[in-house]
């Protein structure tokens, strides 16, 4: 609603009173993957992720549980090291205070809070891919 609102009164600012919003982009950028990375564990919860099953369709029903588990490991592995990666950029940009250019909001606490949001999504994918072990056959 944020991203919203700023974007309604920057277009308005910018076209009609030729006063754009002071820093419109830079907030635009920080909320935008904000909001990307918040979504990101409830769409690994729902199970949202886009899925291609060209192969995967014609496999027997019996290759369903190993398939699920080793692709929840893969992608909860690929989502780990995300977050890791996440959290060793926030130390180094916090380390020498990157900041946007007009607004000077700090970089590092934005960085942090994408690769928290990572780190559960990597969790909750490994902890769905095991439960497919578990998962009764339909």
């Not at 009173?17 to 002071?22: E, F, G, H, I, S």
């Not at 564990?41 to 992720?49: E, I, Q, R, S």
Request: aromatic content about 8%; proline content about 4%; some cysteine.
């Amino acid at each position: 609603m944020a991203l919203m609102c700023l974007t309604v009164f920057d277009v308005i600012g910018r076209y009609l009173l030729n006063a754009p919003v002071k820093g419109a982009a830079e907030l635009s950028e920080l909320l935008l993957v904000s909001l990307v990375y918040l979504g990101l564990p409830a769409v690994c919860l729902d199970g949202g992720h886009v899925t291609v099953d060209l192969v995967t369709k014609s496999l027997p029903r019996w290759s369903e549980r190993p398939r699920l588990l080793v692709t929840g490991l893969v992608s909860s592995g690929v989502l780990g090291i995300i977050a890791w990666r996440l959290y060793i950029y926030g130390a180094q940009v916090g380390g020498y205070n990157l900041v946007t250019n007009s607004l000077r909001l700090p970089v590092a606490p934005v960085v942090w809070f994408c690769a928290v949001f990572a780190g559960l999504s990597a969790l909750i994918t490994l902890a769905l891919a095991l439960a497919a072990l578990f998962k009764r056959m339909k």
